[in-house]
């Protein structure tokens, strides 16, 4: 079965340069999500899109930007990075609740960006 | 604003025995779903258990089962028969009602499976 791809698996980026992280979500999958995870941490919601709009955001820095295209791809793109960047970044889709059903979230196996 | 707190950093199992990790939430909502998720050293996100709460059955899936407590808005885990491979961090994650809800994620219990 088709999973949510992330793209690139690894980036090592230096501070101030900028960074663009990719998500595929499942096919027929409407809405996806941002999540950032430090070392030790717990994820962080960074922001959501839903049928390509933005619908829901969280702790995520001005310096951060995302967009979700008309193939319903989305990209994260960071930039001025700084050394705390350095987390992994994870992308997660999900179909809109038919009849109050949720039927849950499919997971990427993220992004490791290290800034340095 | 939904919180979801996961008490035990740390914890450790011997092998083939029993362990319950605990979480408790908070919410004002009446309808959201509830979720347990494995983090293994490949850091991969995987779903272990997933809890509607309209449903007063608690959830089961092989050696995994919660103990649901609506009233009391807690969320336990129990594993069974614990494996090797059952080392990982554990997160207990909340999802509201709405159409484009967010996870809401605890702060992860860390197991160790010792042989």
């Known amino acids: 079965a088709a999973g949510v791809i992330q793209s690139p698996r690894h980036l090592i980026k230096e501070k101030r340069e900028t960074a663009t992280l990719k998500c595929y979500p499942i096919p027929r999958h409407d809405t996806v999500y941002w999540y950032q995870q430090g070392p030790g941490q717990d994820p962080q919601f960074l922001i959501s899109?839903?049928?390509?709009?933005?619908?829901d955001k969280g702790s995520i820095p001005d310096r951060f930007s995302a967009q979700q295209f008309s193939d319903y791809h989305s990209e994260l793109n960071m930039s001025s990075l700084e050394l705390g960047d350095s987390a992994l970044y994870f992308c997660?889709?999900?179909?809109?609740?038919?009849?109050?059903?949720?039927?849950?979230?499919?997971f990427g196996s993220g992004t490791r960006l290290t800034v340095v | 604003a939904q919180t979801v707190t996961q008490s035990q950093p740390e914890m450790s199992v011997q092998e083939a025995e029993t362990v319950t990790l605990s979480c408790t939430y908070d919410?004002?909502?009446?309808?959201?779903?509830l979720f347990w998720y494995k983090q293994p050293p490949s850091r991969q996100m995987i779903l272990v258990i997933r809890q509607e709460a309209y449903k007063q059955q608690n959830a089961t899936e092989n050696r995994f089962s919660v103990n649901f407590q609506k009233a009391a808005k807690s969320f336990s885990l129990k594993i069974s028969d614990s494996q090797l491979g059952d080392t990982a961090m554990y997160f207990c994650?909340?999802?509201?009602?709405?159409?484009?809800?967010?996870?809401?994620f605890g702060q992860g219990t860390t197991l160790q499976v010792k042989p």
């Open positions: 997660a889709s999900s179909l809109t609740p038919t009849r109050q059903v949720f039927h849950g979230y499919t």
């Open positions: 919410t004002s909502e009446s309808n959201y779903y």
């Open positions: 994650a909340f999802r509201g009602s709405g159409n484009t809800g967010k996870l809401i």
């Open positions: 899109f839903y049928e390509k709009m933005q619908s």
